[in-house]
């Protein structure tokens, strides 16, 4: 079984920044994909970036020129720095991962990211 571990997250301030990392238990080498997602009550859970086959990079509209999604194949983590926080920022942030082969992709168990000043 794979985790996948979210750390991070807290409060914010707007226009400051903070950066989410998730580390996965398995080697991310073969990774189809990785991706932050966020939810706040009351909303699905939404795209914020992804990377797949370690090269494509998607943002969501709403965050682009802001967060920058990133991996480190040799702590098999990936990261998201989110700067110039806004308060629409604040949601549970969840890392997402899908390996290449069949099987689920696997979800973290979310880090919650507060933006207030």
């Known amino acids: 079984q794979v985790q996948l571990v979210e750390s991070g997250g807290g409060l914010g301030q707007p226009g400051g920044s903070l950066r989410l990392s998730c580390a996965a238990s398995?080697?991310?080498?073969?990774?189809?994909?990785m991706g932050w997602y966020r939810q706040t009550p009351g909303k699905q859970r939404e795209l914020v970036a992804e990377?797949?086959?370690?090269?494509?990079?998607n943002y969501a509209d709403s965050v682009k020129g802001r967060f920058t999604i990133s991996t480190d194949n040799a702590k098999n983590t990936m990261y998201l720095q989110m700067n110039s926080l806004k308060p629409e920022d604040a949601a549970v942030y969840y890392c997402?991962?899908?390996?290449?082969?069949?099987?689920?992709?696997?979800w973290g168990q979310g880090t919650q990211v507060t933006v207030s000043s």
């Open positions: 997402r991962a899908e390996w290449l082969g069949p099987g689920e992709p696997y």
């Open positions: 398995k080697s991310i080498f073969n990774i189809y994909a």
């Open positions: 990377i797949i086959n370690h090269g494509i990079s």
